[in-house]
């Protein structure tokens, strides 16, 4: 069993930066390829962003992409999502999700869900 806690959410204004973690217990977590997806209000959930286990592979929705970037550290069992240059676009809940490799997470098949962490862009 694996539980995954998201933090770093808020209120910013377009342009600036904001880092996303999700915090996962176990002992397993390196086992388990990790992703990012967002919805935002009166829209279906979308990928965003995957990384391997291994944290040597990454991808990227095209929305995305040259503005984010998803990292983990297995040795803190935490992922991140780092956003810059965020907009207004990107509003929504953010939730990790791991599953058992990077091309099944990239298409929502995941083993376990985060709560969500609410991101702002004001403009």
């Known amino acids: 069993q694996v539980q995954l806690v998201e933090s770093g959410g808020g209120l910013v204004q377009a342009g600036v930066s904001l880092r996303l973690s999700c915090a996962a217990s176990?002992?397993?977590?390196?086992?388990?390829?990790m992703g990012w997806f967002r919805q935002a209000p009166g829209k279906e959930r979308e990928f965003v962003a995957v990384?391997?286990?291994?944290?040597?592979?990454?991808a990227y929705a095209d929305s995305v992409k040259g503005r984010f970037t998803i990292f983990r550290d297995n040795a803190k069992n935490t992922m991140y999502l780092q956003m810059n240059s965020l907009k207004p676009e990107d509003t929504a809940i953010y939730y990790c999700?791991?599953?058992?490799?990077?091309?099944?997470?990239?298409?929502?098949?995941?083993?376990?869900w985060g709560q969500g962490t609410q991101v702002t862009v004001s403009s």
């Open positions: 999700a791991a599953g058992p490799s990077a091309s099944t997470v990239r298409i929502g098949d995941v083993n376990y």
């Open positions: 176990g002992r397993t977590f390196s086992s388990y390829a």
């Open positions: 990384v391997s286990g291994s944290g040597l592979i990454s």
